[in-house]
């Protein structure tokens, strides 16, 4: 059976709640929804749909450029993606860490 959703390009961004950003592909629609972000603290994930960012003073502020008219369409859109990207990102994997900032004992 084909899945109804693909996520695709993942990069990990591991920055606080972020997770990570990748491309959703709903498949019966021949639709791409790229830069979808994913967050997660403690057991509850979300996502933010594509958004349009921009610099005003110091503060970063954010556009979303694709909805849902009804909330109980984005709670289940939201439900679907999140379970496709937990298996997505369950059969990646694991980040080599960095040790760019760690001081070096010899």
């Not at 972000?37 to 994930?45: I, N, V, Y």
């Not at 709670?75 to 080599?96: D, G, I, K, Y």
């Amino acid at each position: 059976m084909e899945k109804k959703l693909k996520i695709e390009n993942v990069k990990m961004q591991n920055r606080g709640s972020y997770l990570c950003s990748f491309d959703v592909e709903i498949v019966a629609w021949k639709l791409i929804l790229k830069d979808v972000r994913l967050f997660k603290k403690g057991e509850s994930a979300w996502i933010k749909m594509p958004s349009q960012s921009w610099k005003e003073g110091e503060e970063t502020k954010f556009k979303q450029l694709v909805w849902f008219t009804d909330a109980e369409s984005m709670r289940r859109f939201q439900e679907s993606v999140c379970a496709e990207a937990e298996e997505v990102l369950s059969t990646m994997p694991a980040p080599v860490p960095s040790f760019e900032d760690e001081e070096l004992m010899f």
